[in-house]
Structure formats: C-alpha cells, structure tokens
C-alpha cells in the first residue's frame, strides 16, 4: 500500500524555520507531481505549494513567497518543504500529496493548486508558531 508520511513539524517561536519532509512509503515519487497543502483551525485546507513531476517548475502560494521553498529527491522518493521566517498565520497542519496521474502538471495554475489534482495523501504533521 502506498503511503505519504510527513515529518519535521513542531513548535517553534516566530522567526524561525523548520524543514518538512514527506516519503513516499511502498511507491514512488517518480514522474508525479507533488504538493503541500495545510489546514489551519477553523478553516478550510489551502494550497502551499507544487512542484511538478520534472522538478523545473513550482508554485508557492503568495503569503509563503520569499519565504519558503519547495525540493525534491526522486533517489529517496521524499519531497521536502523549507520554510523560513515562520509566522504564527503559518501555524496549521500540514499535508503533503501526489498527484492522480503521472506526467500530470497543468500549466493552468488554478488546476495544479487544486485539491482534485491529488489523490494521495499523508496524514499530516503540525506546525506551530509562537508569537
């Protein structure tokens, strides 16, 4: 069975950084394009960022831009998440997911930011910032 496993969330105090790591267990992150989303208290999931199955392209949302990066390892199957300069607005759970379909990555930027790309997803890791 094909699973994603988030790692690396935390507490930390605003200003900081943490590194999030999704592996993908019993399959491959090879050809499919991968994401971050998260979902913070009362409300609803969000897209965060993408990076598409080449790894030439990727899209951050804009309150993340400058701020954190999104990376892959195809030889480790994990994709990864920098984010810097932490706010406590940042402070949500988040989720990595894959793509449905290999290959996949739409020009279209309202497409590979949509949930209904993915069809894979991990469980989630929190992340907290303290002001």
């Known amino acids: 069975q094909v699973q994603l496993v988030e790692s690396g969330g935390g507490l930390v105090r605003a200003g900081d950084s943490l590194s999030l790591s999704c592996a993908v267990s019993?399959?491959?992150?090879?050809?499919?394009?991968m994401a971050w989303f998260r979902r913070a208290p009362g409300s609803e999931r969000e897209f965060v960022a993408t990076i598409s199955w080449s790894g030439e392209s990727s899209q951050l949302v804009d309150a993340v831009k400058g701020r954190f990066a999104i990376s892959r390892d195809d030889s480790k199957n994990t994709v990864y998440l920098q984010m810097n300069g932490l706010i406590p607005g940042d402070s949500a759970i988040y989720y990595c997911a894959r793509a449905a379909t290999v290959g996949w990555y739409n020009p279209n930027p309202a497409e590979h930011t949509a949930e209904r790309g993915y069809d894979l997803w991990g469980q989630g890791t929190q992340v907290t910032v303290s002001s």
């Open positions: 019993g399959g491959t992150t090879y050809l499919y394009t």
